[in-house]
């Protein structure tokens, strides 16, 4: 008897060690309440019409709730729930209360078993249907167990354990049958998004691909037009300069796009994507656009995560642009350094606009959705002492 009182309290102490995410609902005491209740009643009526001495009345209220409680966990402990309901049910026998009305609470027992075990919970049903039907044939009140109210109860209990596991199958097919649509719609939208991609990329290369080799060609027979012609012209010839310049450097990052759209892991020629090894490069081409660009990029920075690197290379080649484009300047500095968790980016000159202001349009935007896409931020507009300042933050991710 000590043996099996411990072993009631382990498992009783299993179940209140649960954690809060798994508290009773307001669903489970909705459930469990009027069963109770209900199972209260029987009590009652049990004990007001018996015909012999039956032990102290509280007693059979008290076994009552000791079966009602585990249940309240049945959805999340479902053969620790059902054992304590059964311990409690045969306690009141054992005790010699008449009848069995806590036995009704095996039924929401049995369905639990059906419903939430995830392994043999049918053959636990029974089980417990069958030990609901073997109590009321033991002493000290013992019935035939062929009597109707004895067999009748045990034979709903099995039903209700049966009718338990086939609702689990059946929701448990439902659930695959939608994971399984649910992959298929997937796998079309993957390759309807391929199949426009790939598209995209035809489109792309008939464009322009082919008018930027144009571009490339014709800014050099210009350039060599123009090597004999007078210094009238050498404004236009800073313009082929830039044009030839913006040419070079489009065709290979066209490629890498065009790669990267027929879904490539790396461009056909090699080349990877632009980082912060590859700005001397940048410079370099606007330097032969007339723009003179100091560069600082500590030795650290290059460690950065490829994802990092690729978004300050393009801030950095927007700003530049823009500062060609829309600034009387020749000059700009680009200057990287960490500032504790930081990348820092600085892009500054000392030009006064002409036209649009250099961080107009929707350069800007990119640039900053560029940043915010990582965590980071960025700021751009006119420095007190002229010029203008792009400052962006992005996170120092190592890769």
Not at 16 to 44: E, I, K, Q, Y
Not at 108 to 113: E, I, K, P, V
Not at 287 to 309: F, K, T, W
Request: aromatic share 6%.
């Amino acid at each position: 008897m000590t043996t099996y009182a411990a072993s009631v309290s382990h498992a009783w102490n299993r179940l209140l060690r649960a954690d809060p995410s798994t508290a009773p609902s307001a669903v489970d005491v909705l459930v469990v309440g009027p069963v109770a209740l209900f199972a209260c009643f029987g009590v009652w009526a049990e004990q007001h019409y018996a015909l012999h001495p039956h032990p102290w009345s509280p007693g059979g209220y008290l076994f009552v709730l000791a079966a009602a409680v585990p249940l309240l966990w049945r959805r999340r402990r479902p053969l620790l729930a059902a054992a304590l309901c059964l311990a409690a049910v045969t306690g009141y026998h054992a005790a010699g209360y008449p009848g069995l009305a806590p036995a009704v609470l095996a039924f929401l027992a049995c369905a639990a078993l059906g419903l939430y075990c995830e392994r043999r919970g049918l053959l636990y049903g029974l089980l417990a249907a069958g030990v609901v039907w073997l109590l009321p044939t033991l002493p000290p009140n013992a019935l035939e167990w062929y009597a109707l109210d004895v067999s009748m109860p045990a034979l709903a209990y099995g039903a209700t354990a049966v009718v338990a596991h086939s609702a689990r199958r059946r929701r448990l097919e439902h659930d695959a049958r939608l994971r399984e649509e649910a992959a298929a719609g997937e796998e079309r939208l993957g390759r309807r998004l391929a199949e426009e991609r790939l598209r995209i990329a035809r489109e792309l290369h008939d464009v322009l691909a082919h008018t930027i080799s144009v571009v490339a060609v014709q800014s050099n027979v210009a350039l060599d037009a123009l090597a004999a012609a007078p210094p009238e012209t050498d404004e236009a010839r800073s313009a082929m300069l830039l044009v030839r310049g913006a040419a070079r450097q489009a065709m290979p990052e066209l490629r890498a796009a065009l790669d990267l759209l027929r879904g490539q892991a790396a461009p056909a020629d090699g080349r990877p994507q632009p980082g912060l090894g590859q700005l001397g490069e940048l410079a370099e081409q606007f330097r032969e656009s007339g723009l003179a660009v100091s560069l600082e990029v500590p030795a650290e920075a290059l460690a950065l995560s490829p994802l990092v690197q690729l978004t300050a290379y393009r801030i950095t080649q927007e700003a530049l642009t823009n500062t060609l484009r829309h600034t009387d300047t020749d000059h700009a500095g680009v200057v990287l350094g960490r500032e504790g968790d930081a990348l820092v980016l600085r892009i500054a000159d000392e030009g006064r606009g002409r036209g649009a202001a250099p961080g107009g349009g929707f350069g800007l935007l990119g640039m900053k959705e560029r940043a915010e896409a990582l965590g980071g931020q960025l700021e751009a507009g006119p420095q007190a002492a002229g010029g203008w300042l792009v400052r962006a933050e992005l996170p120092w991710e190592t890769s």
